[in-house]
């Protein structure tokens, strides 16, 4: 897992079973495709949810953003809260070890807002006996803390595909990257506006169907 531009472009971010558990990690070509339209993310705030090794994040702070992420399992937060030290990162990414759902309400009832939102919890893991990505992107929807013209980009299980619409978000765009879905939701007040955006931001230069190179089967994803 390698950084691919800004500040820290180069840092490979260490991995092992024993630091992080039984883990599934998001693939070189999905987090490529993810980044390689958006372009700079200067003064943007992005909120990784279940960021597990943390590496899209440390993407998103690497080129410019204001990150905060979130990772529920106390042994892979105190993984990436030792790397943000050995990095020297300090408060550039708040990290919080909780519950998804948790940071959730409080943003919400901060009052905070976010450019970019990226959804990756275990595929395999449930709530309310619901596949959790489709309860956090309901939190999400109902949490109010998107940005008019930002994106909720969600990575899921092609098996387990999501709702068209989740008021006031709906899907603007899908693609598929191996055993991995990524969809991307959007305002629906500005989806016609927003539409370019996706589209720029998920170009046809990364092909459908590329092979996935992640661990698919673990506890957690980033």
């Known amino acids: 897992m390698r950084i691919t531009t800004g500040r820290l472009r180069g840092r490979t971010l260490p991995f092992s079973r024993r630091r992080h558990g039984d883990i599934r990690v998001t693939s070189s070509r999905l987090k490529e495709a993810v980044f390689a339209r958006l372009g700079p993310l200067d003064g943007l705030h992005w909120l990784d ?3 597990g090794t943390g590496q899209v994040g440390l ?3 690497s080129r ?5 992420s979130v990772e529920p ?3 892979r937060a105190s993984s990436l809260k030792s790397l943000l030290a050995e990095w020297r990162i300090g408060d550039g990414i708040d990290l919080r070890a909780t519950r998804a759902e948790v ?3 409080e943003l919400s009832d901060q009052g905070a807002s976010f450019d970019f939102i990226y ?3 275990p595929y395999h893991a449930t709530r309310g006996g619901r596949h959790l990505c489709a ?7 109902a949490s109010g803390i998107l940005t008019e013209g930002g994106l909720v980009l969600v990575q899921h299980d092609r098996r387990q595909p999501l709702p068209e619409s989740h008021p006031p978000l709906h899907r603007q765009d899908e693609r598929l990257y191996g055993d991995s879905l990524l969809s991307v939701y959007v305002m629906v007040d500005g989806l016609q506006a927003d539409g370019a955006m ?4 998920l170009d046809d230069e990364t092909p459908d169907n590329v092979e996935d190179e992640s661990h698919r089967d673990g506890a957690s994803g980033g």
């Open 103 to 105: 940071v959730l309400k």
């Open 198 to 201: 996706a589209d720029e931001a």
């Open 64 to 68: 410019g953003a204001e990150v905060i």
């Open 59 to 61: 993407e998103a702070y």
């Open 135 to 141: 309860a956090l992107l309901e939190d999400v929807a």
């Open 49 to 51: 949810l279940c960021a």
């Open 73 to 75: 399992d106390r042994r």
């Open 119 to 121: 959804v990756d919890p």
